[in-house]
């Protein structure tokens, strides 16, 4: 059972508004991930980390920024939101296992922006 | 960027029946994961496949890390409703990048009764 938390679970904000997407995992993962999905569709990464004080820029271009301070922590933050951030926000982690490759998702935010 | 080029993209089935869905790139990849997602949460992680050739069950569920290294395949034995959702395949090679993967579209398996 893979333990990773997302909150909040859904968010509706008006456009210019800062916000933060928090993500959090128990597991002493050292890698954790980013990605952007809009319902139903395919998974694009938008930000990774390999540890703490360690992170990138994905294959998806986003506005959004991460930090990594703590081993466990990686909040992903948009500094003014607008409609065309409107997605579904998937955190992942990583650890030893297959290598570092098998990724463990939290429940994901889904992010309105009106 | 790479692709992963899932197919079908979606399949409607009766209660019971079996289920073949695939995952083909043209590139090598040197792990293929397969995952499931239900609506409103994210992917949950089935099979992960290291080696070609490889034949791995979780349950009902097999998959399949093709010879070629370039296509990998999940079969569902005996669909159940709890089965529906969406299936994922991703991969990861030296042109995504160390523990990076690329996934699929996803394939809609939904199950009348």
């Known amino acids: 059972e893979a333990d990773i938390y997302q909150t909040p679970r859904y968010l509706v904000i008006g456009t210019g508004k800062k916000i933060t997407l928090e993500c959090s995992q128990t597991m002493g993962h050292d890698k954790m991930y980013w990605y952007q999905q809009d319902p139903g569709m395919e998974l694009h990464l938008i930000h990774y980390s390999y540890g703490v004080n360690s992170t990138e820029k994905g294959d998806l271009s986003s506005e959004s920024t991460v930090s990594r301070i703590r081993t466990e922590h990686f909040p992903l933050t948009l500094e003014s939101a607008r409609p065309s951030h409107t997605s579904q926000y998937l955190c992942?982690?990583?650890?030893?296992?297959?290598?570092?490759?098998?990724?463990?998702f939290g429940p994901g935010t889904r992010l309105t922006v009106t | 960027g790479q692709q992963l080029n899932q197919s079908p993209q979606s399949m409607f089935i009766q209660e019971g029946e079996d289920v073949s869905m695939n995952c083909t790139s043209s590139s090598i990849f040197n792990t293929w994961l397969w995952y499931k997602q239900d609506p409103g949460e994210g992917p949950v992680l089935l099979i992960a496949l290291y080696k070609a050739g490889e034949l791995t069950s979780n349950g009902r569920l097999t998959a399949q890390f093709g010879t070629t290294r370039k296509d990998s395949f999940l079969n569902i034995s005996a669909s159940i409703p709890s089965d529906v959702g969406i299936y994922f395949c991703?991969?990861?090679?030296?042109?995504?990048?160390?523990?990076?993967?690329?996934f699929g579209q996803g394939t809609r398996l939904t199950i009348n009764p």
């Open positions: 991703a991969g990861q090679n030296w042109i995504q990048g160390a523990q990076k993967l690329v």
């Open positions: 992942a982690s990583s650890g030893v296992g297959g290598g570092g490759n098998e990724q463990y």
